[in-house]
């Protein structure tokens, strides 16, 4: 069985987030540089098998694109060209930054390591795993 990885793609950063083999915990695995992602998903898919690719979609509240969901989308087709055999979907992301912020001080996380960008990154890809399991009923 292959494990669900989310990814929050951004122009620097990228946060991922991975199920456990049987789909029951979601789990953040990292934050890598934007440049890095491709090989890094390449090395992680070499060891764990992934069985589909969910790709935080940036929106307005209105449904329209933001100013990064061109970049977005760009990426989503740089993963499919790299995966061909791995389904990749899109979810919606609209306020994982804030809801994974919450998160973070809800779970006692120091301001130091709240302001460290990248743990935001992973939080926000945990929270658009764990939204899309909850919409797949998974």
Same mark, same amino acid.
């Given at each position: 069985?292959?494990?669900? *990885?989310?990814? /929050?793609?951004?122009?620097?950063?990228?946060?991922?987030?991975?199920? /456990?083999? *049987?789909?029951?915990?979601?789990?953040?695995? =990292?934050?890598?540089?934007?440049?890095?992602? +491709?090989?890094?998903?390449? @090395?992680?898919? #070499?060891? #764990?098998?992934?069985?589909?690719?969910?790709?935080?979609?940036?929106?307005?509240? =209105?449904?329209? =694109?933001? @100013? @990064?969901?061109?970049?977005? $989308?760009?990426?989503?087709? *740089? *993963?499919? &060209?790299?995966?061909?055999?791995?389904?990749?979907?899109?979810? =919606?992301?609209?306020?994982?930054?804030?809801?994974?912020?919450?998160?973070?001080?809800?779970?006692?996380?120091? $301001?130091?390591?709240?302001?460290?960008?990248? @743990?935001? /990154? &992973?939080?926000?890809?945990?929270?658009?795993?764990?939204?899309?399991? #909850?919409?797949?009923? +998974?």
């Amino acid at each position: 069985m292959g494990r669900i *990885l989310a990814i /929050d793609y951004g122009s620097k950063r990228v946060g991922l987030a991975v199920t /456990d083999p *049987l789909k029951i915990i979601a789990t953040a695995l =990292d934050t890598v540089h934007s440049m890095d992602v +491709i090989n890094f998903l390449k @090395n992680y898919a #070499e060891n #764990e098998p992934v069985e589909v690719f969910v790709v935080g979609m940036p929106s307005q509240l =209105d449904g329209s =694109d933001t @100013n @990064n969901t061109s970049l977005v $989308k760009g990426f989503v087709k *740089l *993963l499919q &060209k790299n995966f061909p055999e791995t389904p990749v979907h899109t979810h =919606d992301e609209r306020f994982t930054s804030v809801m994974a912020m919450q998160s973070m001080i809800a779970s006692g996380t120091s $301001k130091k390591d709240r302001k460290v960008k990248g @743990n935001i /990154d &992973k939080v926000s890809a945990v929270i658009i795993l764990q939204s899309y399991m #909850e919409k797949m009923g +998974i």
